[in-house]
């Protein structure tokens, strides 16, 4: 471990800098008026100050400062060393985190010590302000559990190194210390610092503690910077580990299996969604990121395995928005002698115990609206809570697409600026047609936790047939602030039935496709290039046919959308708020 003090009798260690007692700086007084000189001759002009608070390039008059700062920083770790001490240590023995001895000397009255031999404590972190008073400086130093502050006197650190201290510690450093514990006279819980060590030295200043890390796009570019400035921000991440650790622990309770499969694959299937394509080189054939983990599971289901599920990445290369990332997270679980009722109240049950243990209620407060997830949540048909928003019933047209398309028309009529008629106008089949009027005018009204049910059989391959109703399937998805969280069937096991539907949705694909580079050929080379640029195939998974003529038993699955689930939990606004480092345009 780096301890203050020297390693060796013949060596001194190398002095910390220290801020001004009048300011608590991310950037040391001195530091800051050599980056204002180097800078200020480098342009010719006179010696000028940092602005008073400023800690980064971005406010330090732009990235020239901020290098000067590193140059500085580096010429500070080629000091220690040339005294003998390594500036990236290699381990530190910890006896407590922040959190813990806050807890623990939660009843420690102000201006007391705490100095018996089990109150000797050792802690480490990293170092995010500091103040200097004379022969006392305090620093804040935070670890992943929270902050706690060290108590530095002069008189009390061993080998007289406060005044060596000065020159080489920085904010944004990591730290250990060693020492008993005070409170302070004005309340705050401090470790008595008897020794400190330089663990790794930061070559960058952080963002100025005032104002943060505030430019979205490089809060998700530097996730990491955005992490040490915004606890919060990594507040939500460790909530997203509770989430998944309780799914996980609720499956495995209810007696389900995890499996691993593949993300290379063959034939995208399982979801009807643009893939990526890569190549294999040795065996000379493309091969597409997974979709869906559905099809895989399915095999292990005809395999034998009555309850199976897997959380993990799927990939869409498809569009980014606040609800939309081409990597996500979910889960996709298979019980066998189960239907999509079953699903129903497998659902209400996990979200429910991920809202209880991330926030300890089912009341929530997402973007300045109060969501209930009180059990029973509401069960509707797609046809009834269509017909409930527009007063159109389109089980009244049977299969005549004309008329159902002249009667939404007139629906949207004098709407045009807020909908796009083109979707209805392109509606193959009547089932489209009825997803698409839900999609644009139903979706949105659904705050609170709402079970869609009865799905057109057309945009729905991979269900089974409703066993009460004509055209429809047994699909519900789950709509929670008019987003989808969740997708569940009763499973489509007949091979024969299986294979009819791939082929349609393949016809349909291809016709979609011919009819877009059909219109962009109207529209002139730049549509042709961006309508060959967006088409993809859509292949038919003939190994997933040929294990369902061995036999799937009675299956209900489901998928939850991980992602948008956090986003609900954590209050976060978009998509990339809960993902750790979401795919960016370039810079």
Known sequence: MNVVGPLKPHLHFIPFQVAPASCNRFISEKEEASASSSRSSSQGGGRRRLPKGSSD?????????????????????EDM??????????????????????????????????NEEKDHVSVAGRIM??????????????????????????????DAAFDQLKTSLDVGDFVGAKGTIKRTEKGELSVLVEELAILTKSLLPLPDKWHGLTDIEKRYRQRYVDMIMNPDVAEVFRSRARITSEIRRHMDNLGFLEIETPVLQGEAGGADARPFVTHHNALDRNL????????????????????????????????????????????????????????????????????????GSLCLQ?????????????????????????????ATFGSDIVAAKAATLEYFKGQIERHDTAAIHKSPSIGHLLNEVFEMVVEKTLIQPTFVMDYPVEISPLAKPH???????????????????????????????????????VQVHNATMQAAAEMAKL??????????????????????????EYGMPPTAGM????????????????????IAFPVLKSQ
């Open 467 to 505: 066993r009460s109703q004509a055209g429809l399937v047994e699909r519900f998805e789950l709509f929670v602030y008019g987003r989808e969280m969740a997708n569940a069937f009763s499973e489509l096991t007949d091979p024969i039935e299986q294979r009819a539907r791939f082929e349609a949705q």
């Open 523 to 548: 529209k002139g080379d730049t549509a042709v290039v961006t309508a060959a640029k967006d088409a993809y195939e859509v292949g038919m998974d003939e190994d997933f046919i040929t294990a369902l």
């Open 57 to 77: 390039g971005s406010s330090t008059d732009g990235t020239s400062s901020r290098e000067d700062i590193r140059t500085l920083r580096i010429k500070k770790v």
């Open 559 to 578: 998928g939850i959308g991980i992602d948008r689930l956090v986003m609900l939990l954590t209050n976060s606004p978009s998509i990339r708020d809960v």
């Open 81 to 114: 060393r040339t005294g003998g001490y390594e500036p990236y240590g290699y381990t530190w023995e910890r006896t407590d985190t922040a959190q813990e001895l806050q807890s623990k000397y939660v009843d420690l009255a102000s201006a007391t010590e705490a």
């Open 129 to 158: 302000a500091r103040r200097v008073f004379g022969k006392l400086a305090f620093l804040t130093l935070r670890d992943d559990s929270g902050p706690i502050q060290l108590y530095c006197e002069k008189a009390r650190i061993k």
């Open 366 to 394: 997402y973007q300045e609206t109060e969501i209930s997830l009180e059990r029973p949540w509401r069960r509707a048909s797609m046809h009834s809570l269509v017909a409930e928003v527009t007063g159109i019933d389109f």
């Open 288 to 359: 597409y990121l997974r979709i869906a983990t559905e099809l895989h599971l399915k095999r292990m289901v005809v395999g034998g395995f009555e309850r199976v599920y897997e959380i993990g990445r799927i990939f869409r290369n498809e569009g980014i928005s606040t609800r939309h990332n081409p990597e996500f997270t979910s889960i996709e679980l298979y019980q066998a002698y189960a239907d999509y009722r079953d699903m129903m109240n497998l659902v209400e049950d996990l979200v429910t115990r991920c809202s209880l243990a991330v926030n």
